[in-house]
Each structure stands twice: as structure tokens, then as C-alpha cells.
């Protein structure tokens, strides 16, 4: 995958010769010929003249479909219907693999929180980060902010009005119907993460009557959606916000419909019930409640009418 990402950008950037592809990769041109092969069995329409290769169509969606074009380091590994990307990703970290983002149509066993199923029929957008982030275990909750920062950043673009339930469910902001699921795994020690799996779950070109109660997607709120821009949106999103995590927090306010708005957390130790005021990293929300002030690390949280 890493030398079909490389080829993609290569072909992204313009006409490219055979020999020049060849040296770019370090391989041969025989073996720079196969690829273009491959990606065209893949649905790529790709010419060759005297400039050299040049890409004429993209497939509608798919691994190579998401690569051409994309502005981030990951390679993309497409499956039509997979029991659960996240299942996949682990897979693949437990077998040295990072910036790798499993992808597919359609997840046969999706789950969320707390072994919650997810449900997730043909036409969705359901990814999977397979990271080996620099990052103390107790600083990975910021990725979770991110990927719904990132993804709701790219509902947004395609004409959504979606909006950040604490911590990450996204979801639309007048009927507060679910869009997004996500979910974070992690591996480490006490000190370090070891990887992290990152996935997200979008109900986009979905029929709403296959999506349970509570829940809409981007087809029954604006229309299908270009499924290969909004994952690259998503992906290149995520990657700007894992690069600079000073910045995802105040991303994170801008798009919450928390803030501001009266809540009950149900957490271990019981209800926290008061104002949400804030977020403080690594994601504690902040409650102001009739006892004090509460900081909020894990939990349930229900948005209630005001008082």
C-alpha cells in the first residue's frame, strides 16, 4: 500500500514518464507498469502519451480512489463489507503497522461504547486510524475530540448542520439526531501508547430507514454525498488536528452544542447534574452543579431542558 500511495501522489501531480515513476519509487518500470495495471483493473481511467501517465477519471470510492489526491501520510486499505474496521485495525497494529486507515462501505459487526452495537448498512463512511502517536496514555483522549472536530468540519462542508455532543457524538443540531459514531482503543504502558485505533462511523448515502431510532444520515438531511472528498476531508482533517493538538480544544468549543446547555453525566460514581461551562484537556467536561464546580473525565451525557 505504501508504494501505491507513492505512485498515486506521484500521478496526482500531473503527466509523469514511466522511467521517471521508476526512479521516484525505486523500482523497476516493468514493475511501475503493473501498478497502473492494477490501479486500472481498480477503475482508474489512466492514458500514456509522449508527457508520460496521466489520470483522466477516479473511481467513485475505494483505498486507491481515497489515496489519489489525499494531503496526508496514510495509506488507505478498502474493504466492501468488513465485520468491523476497528476489529481490522488492531489486527494490523498488533502487526507494526501505523498511519494506515482501514476503510470501508458497509460493517457487518460494528460496535460502540460500551459493546453498544452500531449499526452500519452500504453507503456509510466507516474508517479506521491505526496510530502510533508520541503521546502519554492519559493525552490519547484528545484524538477522540479531534476525529469528531475533523468530522464534523466535514458534514459541514457537505451542507450538514451538525454539531459535538460531549465528548464525541456527532449529531445534528436542530433535532439532535446521531450522524457519527466513534470510538477509541488504545494499547500502552504507563508512560507510553503503544497504538491507538481511531474510528469513526458516518451514516452518509443511507437510507434512513435502515438506521435505528434517534439516528438520520447526510442522504435524508442534503442528498448523497461525494464519499471519496468527504473521507479525504475527514482524513486530512484528523491529520491537521493530531499534528497540532494545541489547537484541537478550541476547535472542539467552536462545534460543541454541550457548552452552555444544561446536563446530566452519568458516570461510576453517579449523576452530575448542572451547566456544561467547558472543556479541559485531555477532554474533562467541566459542570457547574448546585454543589460546585465538577470536572467530568468519562461518561453518559444527556442534554436537558433548561430549568
Known amino acids: 500500500m505504501k508504494t501505491r500511495k507513492a505512485l498515486l501522489d506521484a500521478l496526482a501531480s500531473g503527466p509523469v514518464s514511466g522511467p521517471e515513476l521508476a526512479e521516484e519509487l525505486g523500482v523497476s518500470r516493468?514493475?511501475?507498469?503493473?501498478?497502473?495495471?492494477?490501479?486500472r483493473e481498480a477503475g482508474f481511467g489512466i492514458e500514456s502519451d509522449g508527457s508520460g501517465y496521466r489520470v483522466e477519471s477516479v473511481p467513485e470510492f475505494g483505498g486507491a480512489a481515497v489515496e489519489y489526491g489525499l494531503e496526508a501520510p496514510y495509506s488507505v486499505e478498502y474493504h466492501d463489507a468488513i465485520d468491523s474496521t476497528n476489529a481490522r485495525g488492531r489486527e494490523l497494529a498488533k502487526a507494526g503497522d501505523s498511519d494506515v486507515v482501514v476503510l470501508a462501505d458497509e460493517q457487518t459487526a460494528g460496535r460502540g461504547r460500551l459493546e453498544r452495537a452500531w449499526?452500519?448498512?452500504?453507503?456509510?463512511?466507516?474508517?479506521?486510524?491505526?496510530?502510533?502517536?508520541?503521546v502519554a496514555p492519559m493525552e490519547?483522549?484528545?484524538?477522540?475530540?479531534?476525529?469528531?472536530?475533523?468530522?464534523?468540519?466535514?458534514?459541514?462542508?457537505?451542507g450538514v448542520d451538525a454539531g459535538i455532543k460531549w465528548p464525541n457524538d456527532v449529531?445534528?443540531?436542530?433535532?439532535?439526531?446521531?450522524?457519527?459514531?466513534i470510538l477509541t482503543e488504545m494499547e500502552g504502558e504507563a508512560d507510553r501508547v503503544s497504538w491507538v485505533i481511531c474510528g469513526i462511523g458516518v451514516n452518509a448515502n443511507v437510507d434512513p430507514d435502515t438506521l435505528p431510532e434517534g439516528a438520520t444520515s447526510v442522504r435524508e438531511q442534503v442528498g448523497d454525498v461525494d464519499r471519496r472528498v468527504f473521507a479525504q476531508r475527514v482524513i486530512e482533517g484528523f491529520d491537521s488536528l493530531q499534528t497540532d493538538p494545541d489547537a484541537i480544544l478550541g476547535a472542539w468549543r467552536e462545534l460543541a452544542i454541550t457548552l452552555g446547555r444544561r446536563v446530566r453525566v452519568e458516570t461510576r460514581d453517579g449523576d452530575v447534574v448542572g451547566e456544561a461551562v467547558d472543556v479541559e484537556s485531555p477532554g474533562r467536561l467541566v459542570v457547574e452543579t448546585e454543589e460546585g464546580t465538577a470536572r467530568v473525565?468519562?461518561?453518559?451525557c444527556e442534554h436537558l431542558r433548561p430549568v
Open 30 to 39: 516493468n514493475a511501475v507498469w503493473k501498478r497502473i495495471e492494477e490501479l
Open 119 to 134: 449499526n452500519a448498512p452500504s453507503g456509510g463512511v466507516y474508517m479506521s486510524f491505526v496510530l502510533r502517536p508520541d
Open 140 to 158: 490519547a483522549p484528545l484524538l477522540t475530540l479531534a476525529a469528531a472536530v475533523a468530522t464534523t468540519r466535514a458534514l459541514r462542508e457537505a
Open 171 to 181: 449529531l445534528l443540531r436542530t433535532t439532535g439526531e446521531k450522524l457519527v459514531g
Open 297 to 300: 473525565h468519562a461518561g453518559d
